[in-house]
């Protein structure tokens, strides 16, 4: 017994000296937060980095953007009488989240803040729906399945940060993240409304695209939410993996 646990010890051993944990600088460029062009670093880093986050960094816990897979988005507007809308959405594949263009980069590391805005050609989410309330002035209830698609779309994006310790190095990550999203047009279709009453369904889904503004605008509190955890999750599998002192030198 004794000596099987010394070959696993050896295994053990060997196994940690042969493979080291690899650097930041083994899977981007490292920025500096003392380089005038520091701003300009970041952008061009996540830039060249877009391929790679489409197929996803499994070594990093980094999930592929193309397409994303979310297995739940839930929103409730509203209670009691103020009750307007549940929303559940399960199942759910979402295009066009890696085609992304940074068009503006603010990192203030000092401040550990960061604003950004990001252009996509499209975005297209296709999943199961659950719906049950009031949208604009309609009745809805339903359960079925749902595309949402939204072209010409931009994000801004607010990130803050912090810092912390452990095992005696210090660590970043994201502590609050909020995001906005607009778009120039969108379209959706949902299946089954009514018990599968397909005239009401048609001309509900009729309704809905006439006022897509309206709609957008009134219920965007799901994916804006839904995204930034999304976003905050994902990044921090970056921060939290490397120490500030190589992620973010001065």
């Known amino acids: 017994m004794w000596s099987s646990c010394l070959y696993v010890s050896a295994f053990l051993l060997v196994a940690v000296y042969a493979n080291p944990r690899k650097k930041a600088s083994d899977y981007f460029a490292i920025c500096h937060t003392s380089d005038s062009d520091f701003n300009d670093c970041v952008n061009n880093t996540l830039t060249t980095l ?4 489409i197929k996803g960094i499994p070594s990093l816990n980094l999930l592929p953007l193309e397409p994303l897979k979310i297995e739940k988005m839930e929103l409730r507007q509203g209670t009691g009488e103020k009750f307007q809308m549940y929303q559940k959405l399960t199942n759910i594949n979402i295009h066009g989240i890696g085609n992304y263009t940074i068009e503006h980069c603010n990192f203030d590391y000092k401040k550990k ?3 950004h805005t990001q252009s996509y050609p499209y975005i297209k989410l296709e999943g199961d729906y659950e719906m049950d309330g009031k949208m604009l ?3 809805i ?8 698609l939204c072209t010409n779309v931009t994000t801004f994006s607010e990130v803050c940060f912090e810092t912390f310790e452990r095992n005696k ?3 970043t990550r994201i502590k609050d993240y909020k995001l906005r999203i607009e778009t120039k047009h969108a379209e959706v279709h949902l299946t089954n409304m009514f018990n599968g009453d397909r005239r009401l369904s048609e001309g509900v889904n009729r309704f ?8 957008f605008e009134t219920y965007k509190e799901l994916p804006e939410k839904s995204f930034a955890e999304f976003m905050k999750k994902q990044m921090n599998c970056i921060f939290t993996t490397f120490p500030e002192k190589e992620l973010f030198p001065e």
């Open 113 to 115: 803040q960061w604003n």
């Open 169 to 171: 190095e210090i660590y």
């Open 137 to 139: 002035i309609l009745p």
């Open 50 to 53: 877009r391929g790679e986050f």
């Open 141 to 148: 209830k339903g359960n079925g399945k749902i595309r949402f």
């Open 208 to 215: 809905l695209n006439s006022h897509w503004k309206e709609v």
